[in-house]
């Protein structure tokens, strides 16, 4: 187990934010999650976060961080006839897993590649992109509970998984300690090249149908054209969740807005891009102070440089204030705010 107190959590957040914790934990196993467990149930305050490239952090956090250790731990733990289950520890990059399963000829991750973050993240964001979630793959999810330090295991019906949604975020959250995701992959390639402008790419790169690498290529190529690296540039990936909307709703935008981009839900519902309203807004390529929108993505919210959390907090109100102002939407961050 790795400890640290009065420790600069800047290394553990995509956004650069150089904000401190009073203490710091990561847990190697299940055994010490059951320790950091019995800790952190003394404590008045703990956060529990990944590689922090889901997060943003306002100011110092006077309680204990938690984390699982980064490394790379895949096993196979079972086998039916069109699919295999990958048993992965929490701290385990997710795309590494992908990068596995598709070396392995398992698939149905393949659009989800290059999104940052660890294992144990994926199973309480839901994230996704490109069509595809981790809720689509996840089979069982296994943690401590922190109130008890007993070892639970929770099916994937048992999480309740939405779009961007879990029960680990809602009811379930600060309850659990998670250290290990079981993935179902499927021994079939079932390609999903439908959504965004997957289709394109390949036609751009000369390929109708892309064997499991080369879609996997595709979408890293399509994800580093739109979004900046955090090492260069802070950032947490897309900050905002795109908004779903009622059908009425829809189509009295659409009279003001025939042009508008969505994809439909289901028969009272549509998903309309939360970067297309930003940009119509004006704010795509704008610079505030030390904090911007990238120019490429105006999903992305931007620190150019020693930017605190407060900054990036603001400018996302005030691009909420100006959405909701001009299409009477509300975008909420997908990014954890502390």
């Not at 699982?68 to 289950?85: K, L, M």
């Not at 070396?103 to 964001?125: D, F, K, M, R, T």
């Not at 930017?307 to 939407?329: M, Y």
Request: glycine share 8%; hydrophobic share 40%; net charge negative.
């Amino acid at each position: 187990m790795i400890e640290k107190e009065k420790y600069s959590l800047k290394e553990h957040n995509t956004f650069g934010i150089d904000a401190s914790c009073a203490s710091f934990m990561a847990y190697g196993n299940v055994v010490e999650a059951r320790q950091v467990a019995a800790r952190i149930r003394e404590a008045a305050l703990f956060l529990i976060i990944g590689s922090g490239s889901n997060l943003l952090l306002t100011h110092d956090f006077e309680g204990i961080v938690v984390t699982p250790e980064s490394r790379f731990e895949v096993d196979i733990v079972g086998e039916e006839q069109a699919y295999t289950y990958l048993r992965c520890w929490a701290g385990t990059l997710f795309d590494d897993v992908i990068a596995y399963a598709v070396e392995h000829q398992l698939y149905g991750a393949e659009n989800l590649s290059l999104i940052p973050g660890e294992v144990g993240a994926s199973a309480v964001q839901n994230i996704g992109a490109y069509g595809a979630e981790a809720g689509d793959l996840i089979s069982e999810v296994e943690a401590v509970e922190i109130a008890t330090g007993k070892i639970v295991v929770f099916h994937h019906t048992d999480c309740e998984y939405g779009y961007r949604q879990s029960k680990f975020k809602h009811s379930w959250k600060n309850k659990y300690l998670i250290t290990s995701v079981v993935y179902r992959f499927s021994k079939v390639y079932n390609p999903r090249l439908e959504y965004g402008n997957i289709r394109s790419a390949l036609r751009e790169a000369g390929i109708d149908m892309p064997t499991p690498q080369q879609l996997r290529d595709t979408i890293i190529r399509i994800r580093q054209a739109k979004l900046p690296d955090p090492k260069v540039l802070g950032n947490a990936g897309s900050f905002f969740m795109n908004p779903i909307v009622g059908r009425d709703k829809y189509e009295s935008l659409l009279k003001t807005f025939p042009q508008m981009p969505h994809y439909t839900i289901d028969a009272l519902h549509e998903k309309i891009p939360a970067g297309w309203l930003i940009d119509k807004c004006g704010w795509k390529g704008k610079t505030v102070g030390r904090v911007g929108v990238y120019d490429k993505q105006a999903l992305v919210l931007v620190n150019h440089g020693q930017a605190t959390g407060s900054e990036v907090l603001a400018l996302c109100r005030e691009v909420q204030r100006d959405v909701f102002n001009k299409f009477g939407i509300e975008i909420k961050p997908e990014v954890n705010i502390v």
